[in-house]
């Protein structure tokens, strides 16, 4: 944020910067399909990816597995609780051909998983060099991976998986670094681990038809399930990550926050709309997983929210002059806020403040009595209606009685903000002094409501910063031989 101040004015300006990891690259370049697992209910998997080609998976065997909306390591997170329940997403080639690919995921393995079967996470296959892109599995507590159709396995050395704790896994394929120990790296909590097994040769992972599974590698083989819970899954397609790019996968996602503040800085005393959208990535994410916070840093003037916890809130200011707000998202990991800078302006809601602002004729009578541009209005009723009381006010500026449907009406103007002041609009058969009945009134800036219970029709539109009101009397002109309405302005 850059701030100029010249002793009487502040203005503010602030630019959104986006940190990205030593690398060079950030969490979604080149991210294909990314599985948040965050849904709460029903068969449908949504891919998070930005890349503009959806990967949608659907849980096959859905009463085996369940989603975990609290549980997970990042918020939700999908529980495989039954042998031969898994993820599947169709065959697309934007999720193989290509000679670099990453794969990332948190897994937590339940007890059941840590035997000799072998136990899938992810691949893209039909079966063993059938169709097969890539594989990763489980056994007997190592993690085992294949690239391509070579039947070339790397796993590593040393048991790294432990049942019942959340474990951060990361494979790299580097087709540039074939035939060498480079060409495929595992990370396990962010830490690469040594590989056992032949070394890839192959430069290019092939073009498959084959389906993408997640707690899979076999269909319809319930000895290669996995059981337990599995959270952001990743796949990056044209990239190997970096350590640091791996680093940066094990840090909880803070979201990025925009804000739609007001077009025009808002009048003290009303209340006017914020609201909020958080994304990661330029992906939607789902407030019920952070805490959000409407705030006044600088604690005046005075704020009050009436949804002080969610996106979108209204805002009331007592007061007037610079105002910062800001909204506040927490995962509980990390925290992240954007602000709005505001002026709020106080309106001008009685006469005396009103009548200050012009500079009147010498001799004119500026009272709530007087008329000095001698068009029969006196200052008062200019002030009400919002007209100019030095200048003459044409008729179609005038309240205005009108006949719809056979009932008599009346139109006219009047400022919300002029909470002084009580508007009537009355009815008389014969405009004799004590014949006037009120049919509706609004007083310190409420709706115009009808008075006694009457069925009057009443419209209020906005017109710029005003409200056109009509009322429309509830008796029909054909049953009374005359009648009369008028505007009845009262200030204490």
Not at 208 to 236: E, H, K, M
Not at 410 to 425: G, I, M
Request: one cysteine or more; a negative charge; proline letters at 5%.
């Amino acid at each position: 944020m850059l701030t100029s101040d010249d002793g009487e004015l502040v203005s503010r300006q602030a630019v959104e910067v986006q940190v990205v990891s030593t690398s060079g690259t950030n969490k979604t370049d080149r991210l294909v399909a990314h599985y948040r697992f965050d849904e709460t209910a029903g068969a449908a998997v949504t891919d998070s990816a930005p890349d503009g080609v959806t990967h949608a998976g659907t849980l096959s065997n859905e009463t085996g597995l369940s989603w975990s909306s609290t549980a997970g390591r990042i918020h939700g997170a999908l529980n495989f609780t039954t042998p031969n329940s898994y993820v599947e997403s169709p065959d697309q080639d934007t999720l193989d051909n290509t000679n670099r690919l990453s794969i990332a995921l948190w897994l937590n393995p339940a007890a059941g998983t840590m035997d000799a079967n072998i136990r899938g996470l992810l691949s893209k296959r039909i079966g063993t060099n059938n169709q097969e892109a890539y594989t990763v599995y489980l056994q007997n507590g190592r993690v085992y991976v294949r690239f391509n159709s070579s039947n070339i396995t790397r796993n590593t050395t040393n048991v790294v998986i432990t049942a019942g704790k959340w474990t951060h896994f990361a494979a790299v394929y580097d087709g540039a670094q074939a035939g060498t120990a480079n060409c495929v790296t595992v990370y396990i909590n962010g830490v690469v681990v040594p590989l056992s097994g032949s070394l890839e040769t192959d430069t290019s992972i092939p073009n498959t038809a084959s389906p993408l599974w997640i707690g899979q590698i076999n269909s319809g083989s319930a000895s290669y399930s996995f059981l337990g819970l599995i959270d952001d899954v990743r796949i990056y397609r044209g990239r190997s990550l970096a350590a640091t790019d791996v680093a940066d996968l094990m840090t909880a996602d803070a979201p990025r926050i925009t804000l739609a503040a007001p077009a025009e800085n808002p009048l003290s005393s009303q209340p006017f709309a914020l609201s909020g959208t958080l994304t990661d990535g330029g992906s939607p994410l789902l407030p019920g997983y952070f805490s959000l916070q409407w705030s006044n840093p600088a604690g005046t003037p005075a704020v009050t929210f009436s949804a002080p916890t969610a996106l979108s809130t209204n805002a009331t200011v007592t007061g007037s002059g610079f105002l910062t707000l800001r909204l506040t998202a927490d995962d509980g990991t990390v925290a992240t806020f954007v602000e709005t800078s505001l002026t709020i302006t106080t309106s001008v809601v009685n006469y005396s403040a009103w009548a200050a602002q012009f500079s009147w004729p010498v001799g004119a009578e500026s009272g709530a009595a007087g008329d000095p541009d001698g068009d029969g209005i006196a200052n008062l009723i200019e002030y009400a209606l919002d007209f100019d009381p030095l200048t003459a006010n044409p008729a179609t500026h005038r309240p205005a009685v009108s006949i719809i449907d056979g009932h008599l009406a009346l139109a006219f103007t009047r400022d919300p903000l002029l909470n002084t002041l009580t508007y009537e609009v009355q009815a008389s058969p014969d405009l004799s002094a004590n014949s006037w009945t009120t049919l509706a009134r609004s007083t310190a800036g409420s709706t115009t409501a009808s008075v006694n219970g009457g069925t009057l029709s009443i419209q209020e539109n906005t017109q710029d910063e005003l409200l056109r009101v009509t009322v429309v009397d509830a008796t029909p002109l054909n049953d009374i031989p005359r009648r009369f309405l008028r505007l009845h302005i009262v200030q204490p």
